[in-house]
């Protein structure tokens, strides 16, 4: 398993602006993973961000709209940019250690007003 | 992407009954996994299965992952208040698929 932590655990912004995301694993991952909950719903995967190369998104997200930093094997961010109030969501984490199940961070709760 | 088709949406049960929820996809999947969120958190694994027809529990909790590999289920016996969150299922090839949950309201 992993433990996860993730930064902030909530925000509230103003739309227009951006907000930066830390997802911290206390072990070293090849794989992590960022999905966006939107309310009422399942799991949408935003991207796959593997360290030391560039991250792969998912229909319908783009990279200008959700760069994505993956500096080491324990730590990644995840940036919502121009925010508008359709951004408001849960944003989660995940790690894929063995390659055989994923584990979620707590989110982070976005509310763009 | 493809989803899963997860039933029932939403389940109001009273205090003691037993649980059954279920997953099915048109495709095949290689590992099925069981998550829980409670309000204000992330999704925490419950259970992990990854050969068909196989049949694991975690204390009052028991999933089956279909030998045809396209279905799985999970059963909750027994349940208690604290069971109250929203279940999903998931189903694992190269990439991971979720169901769109199951509310479960357990009435003391």
């Known amino acids: 398993s992993a433990v996860i932590s993730q930064k902030p655990s909530r925000d509230i912004c103003q739309r227009g602006t951006s907000l930066t995301i830390q997802c911290q694993v206390d072990?070293?991952?090849?794989?992590m993973f960022w999905y966006r909950q939107q309310p009422g719903q399942s799991l949408t995967l935003i991207a796959t961000a593997n360290q030391g190369s560039e991250a792969t998104y998912e229909s319908g997200f783009v990279i200008d709209k959700f760069p994505i930093s993956r500096p080491n094997l324990t730590f990644s961010t995840l940036t919502v940019s121009n925010l508008s109030p359709e951004d408001s969501s849960i944003y989660l984490c995940s790690v894929e250690p063995g390659g055989e199940t994923q584990y979620f961070g707590p989110g982070t709760r976005l509310l763009v007003l | 992407g493809q989803q899963l088709n997860q039933s029932p949406q939403s389940m109001f049960i009273q205090e003691g009954e037993d649980v059954s929820m279920n997953c099915t996809s048109s495709?095949?999947?290689?590992?099925w996994l069981w998550y829980k969120q409670e309000p204000g958190e992330g999704p925490v694994l419950l259970i992990a299965?990854?050969?068909?027809?196989e049949l694991t529990s975690n204390g009052r909790l028991t999933a089956q992952f279909g030998i045809t590999r396209k279905d799985s289920f999970l059963n909750i016996s027994a349940s208690i208040p604290s069971d109250v969150g929203i279940y999903f299922c998931a189903g694992m090839n190269n990439d991971m698929r979720f169901g769109a949950g199951t509310r479960l309201t357990v009435k003391p």
């Open positions: 299965l990854y050969k068909a027809g």
């Open positions: 495709s095949i999947f290689n590992t």
């Open positions: 072990s070293q991952v090849t794989m």
